[in-house]
C-alpha cells in the first residue's frame, strides 16, 4: 500500500484513553461534500486542517484546485470524491474526472465502486471501472474504493474488498455518507480481515463522537472520513450527517 511517511499506525486501545486528540487528529480525512456548501466553509475546512495537523481535506472535485491552494506548502494531504455519491459514471468518465482532480492538485482518490455492478454479479466489469481509475493515477497517488457497505450483503462486502485489492487500490472505504448506513465496527473488523495487514481501510460515515472513530480504528481502520473532525478531536457529539 501507499502509504504517506507520517500516517499513524492505530493502537489496540478499546476505550480511546491511549489516544490524545492530536493522535486522532492525524487519521482524519476533513470531509465536506455536502452540495449546497459554499466558499466559506471551505476556507473553515482548510483552515481547521492545519490548525489541528488534520490528515487531508475531502471535497468533492470541483473544489479540488481552491482547497489545493489554501493548503500549499502546508502538511494536510488533498482528497478528490470521484463518481460520487452513486458511483454509477461510466469508467472512462471517473478517469476523466481523476485525471482533472490530480492534475488540480489532489494527492487521493476517493472512488465509488459500480455497485450495480457488484450486486449484478458483473464482477469483471466492477474491477474494470476500479482498474481504469488506477490507471488514470499517478504512481503516488493514493486510491481509495467506496464499497458503500449498506448496499452490500456480507458476501457482496468480501468480493467488493478482493476485487478492490486485485485492481490496484490502496484503501478500501465503508460508506459515501449519502446512503441509509455508515460505518460499523463490523464492518471494518471484516475489511480488515479480507484485505489483510497491507491495504488501507477507511471508516465514514456516521462517526460522531470520540470514542466511536477509536473504536473503528481499533479494529482494523487506518483512515477516518468525518465531516465532523473538529467537533469529534475536540470531545463534542456531532449531530450532523457526514
Known amino acids: ?18 489516544y ?34 488534520l490528515f487531508s481535506v475531502c471535497v468533492n472535485s470541483t473544489w479540488v484546485e481552491y482547497v489545493s491552494k489554501k493548503l500549499r506548502g502546508k502538511r494536510p494531504q488533498v482528497c478528490a470524491v470521484v463518481g460520487f455519491p452513486l458511483g454509477e459514471m461510466d469508467k472512462s468518465s471517473k478517469a476523466f474526472e481523476t485525471r482533472q482532480a490530480i492534475s488540480n492538485g489532489a494527492n487521493e482518490i476517493d472512488m465509488v465502486i459500480n455497485i450495480g455492478a457488484i450486486k449484478g454479479g458483473d464482477y469483471k466489469y466492477a474491477e474494470e471501472d476500479i482498474r481504469a481509475v488506477r490507471r488514470a493515477t499517478r504512481s503516488n497517488t493514493i486510491l481509495k474504493v467506496i464499497i458503500e457497505t449498506s ?23 465503508t460508506s459515501t455518507g449519502f446512503s441509509s448506513g455508515g460505518a460499523t465496527v463490523e464492518d471494518i473488523a471484516l475489511m480488515r480481515r479480507v484485505v489483510g495487514p497491507d491495504m488501507g481501510v477507511k471508516a465514514s460515515g456516521g462517526i460522531r463522537d470520540f470514542n466511536t472513530a477509536v473504536a473503528m480504528l481499533n479494529a482494523g481502520a487506518n483512515r477516518l472520513g468525518l465531516g465532523a473532525g473538529v467537533t469529534v478531536i475536540e470531545g463534542g457529539v456531532s449531530k450532523g450527517g457526514y
Open 1 to 18: 500500500m501507499k502509504n504517506q511517511t507520517d500516517e499513524p499506525v492505530a493502537s489496540k486501545d478499546t476505550t480511546g484513553s491511549n
Open 151 to 173: 448496499y452490500l450483503t456480507e458476501e457482496e462486502k468480501i468480493i467488493a474488498c478482493e476485487i478492490s485489492k486485485k485492481a490496484g487500490a490502496d484503501f478500501v472505504k
Open 20 to 53: 490524545t486528540p492530536a493522535q486522532l487528529a492525524r487519521y482524519i480525512d476533513h470531509t465536506l461534500l455536502k452540495p449546497d456548501s459554499v466558499q466559506s466553509q471551505f476556507d473553515q475546512l482548510c483552515e481547521e486542517a492545519i490548525k489541528y495537523d
